[in-house]
């Protein structure tokens, strides 16, 4: 006959290591995500292809991050413009850098991040409605 026995001692203080654990993770990957947005943010603003007279354009692509614990955040371009140079067939502002960015970061963090990519058409649709209303149209 085996026999087990178990007990109590010690569940306190290892709940509170597993706690500590968790919260450093957590801080951790709210970091890869950041570093990740700076470098998507970075190659985008050095090699989208479109000529920037004003310098506006390249100038507004940046990121933010969520609320913290959150380990996510966006990558954004900040003039109205924007959608309509990345609709343009051969250009591009913020995809080309997530395109050249998603097969390295899928090997590196298999399943653990995930990239979110809007719909482009909708989006532009979405921004031509909110324009006419703007103007009364």
């Not at 292809?49 to 920037?52: G, H, I, N, T, V």
């Not at 591009?92 to 995809?95: E, G, P």
């Given at each position: 006959m085996i026999r087990l026995t178990g007990t109590l001692e010690g569940l306190d203080e290892a709940?509170?290591?597993t706690a500590a654990m968790v919260r450093l993770n957590q801080t951790k990957m709210r970091d890869a995500v950041q570093y990740i947005l700076q470098e998507l943010r970075d190659y985008a603003r050095r090699h989208a292809?479109?000529?920037?007279r004003t310098g506006n354009l390249r100038s507004s692509i940046d990121y933010e991050m969520d609320p913290a614990p959150a380990a996510s955040g966006s990558l954004l371009a900040g003039?109205?413009?924007?959608i309509w140079v990345e609709l343009r067939e051969g250009y591009?502002?913020?995809?080309g850098a997530i395109d050249f960015y998603?097969?390295?970061l899928d090997?590196?963090?298999a399943g653990l991040i995930r990239i979110e990519q809007p719909d482009l058409d909708a989006e532009a649709a979405r921004v031509r409605a909110y324009y006419r209303e703007l103007r009364g149209m």
């Open positions: 709940l509170r290591y292809p479109f000529r920037d003039t109205e413009y924007a591009w502002v913020l995809t998603r097969p390295k090997q590196l963090f």
